[in-house]
């Protein structure tokens, strides 16, 4: 690893995630994908202003929604983020199990 957080086990997971689950004219989906095959570094690509735009977007209405979480919510979401982390990479236009 070089200390990139896109290296790190659950951040990979989260963008092979949203790589094969949005579409292609998602800008998150698109991020994601920009980032994991190579063509731009996380930060370049949360630069892009469509990408940042709709990562302002979801990070805020991410936290609005982990503010209103009962303790057994945000508990049921850390074992997802878990799952997520074991999960077999999977590679765009894969289906998931």
Excluded: C
């Excluded at 094969?20 to 731009?40: C, K, M, Q």
Aim: net charge negative.
């Amino acid at each position: 690893m070089n200390g990139d957080i896109a290296e790190q086990p659950l951040a990979r997971a989260l963008l092979r995630h949203l790589a094969v689950t949005r579409g292609e004219n998602d800008p998150l989906g698109s991020f994601a994908r920009t980032v994991i095959n190579g063509e731009a570094t996380l930060r370049a690509a949360a630069d892009f202003p469509w990408h940042s735009e709709a990562l302002a977007t979801a990070a805020a209405k991410a936290q609005e929604e982990q503010q209103q979480m009962t303790p057994e919510e945000r508990a049921s979401y850390e074992r997802a983020a878990e799952d997520l982390r074991a999960a077999p990479e999977l590679q765009p236009g894969q289906d998931q199990q």
